[in-house]
């Protein structure tokens, strides 16, 4: 089963960027479909966006569409999340979630990191 590990996460303001990192510990990454979620406290965790494991194509909330890009670098293993013109609305930990299927739900995924916090200020 593959071991994810999510990195980049921090305090920045509001309009700031950052770019989420998910680190997969194995090789058949590139068999998985990918996603990102994200839970603030007293939330649910909810969708973020996903990248299919066929072609690349990108799925977003619509939170965050315009403003998020999710790719993927099978050579290195690793799932990113750039963020673009955060908002205080954006605060929550990030988790990266590896799947069979593709899905924006949570029960589409069975394999999670254990989450980066991204706080923005407003």
């Known amino acids: 089963q593959v071991q994810l590990v999510e990195s980049g996460g921090g305090l920045v303001q509001a309009g700031d960027s950052l770019r989420l990192s998910c680190a997969a510990s194995?090789?058949?990454?590139?068999?998985?479909?990918m996603g990102w979620f994200r839970q603030a406290p007293g939330e649910v965790r909810e969708f973020v966006a996903a990248?299919?494991?066929?072609?690349?194509?990108?799925y977003y909330a619509g939170s965050v569409k315009g403003r998020f890009t999710v790719s993927r670098d099978n050579a290195k293993n690793t799932l990113y999340l750039q963020m673009n013109s955060l908002k205080p609305e954006d605060t929550a930990v990030y988790y990266c979630?590896?799947?069979?299927?593709?899905?924006?739900?949570?029960?589409?995924?069975?394999?999670w990191g254990q989450g980066t916090q991204v706080t923005v200020s407003s």
């Open positions: 979630a590896a799947g069979a299927v593709q899905s924006t739900a949570t029960l589409g995924y069975d394999t």
């Open positions: 194995r090789r058949t990454f590139n068999m998985y479909n």
């Open positions: 990248i299919t494991k066929s072609d690349g194509t990108g």
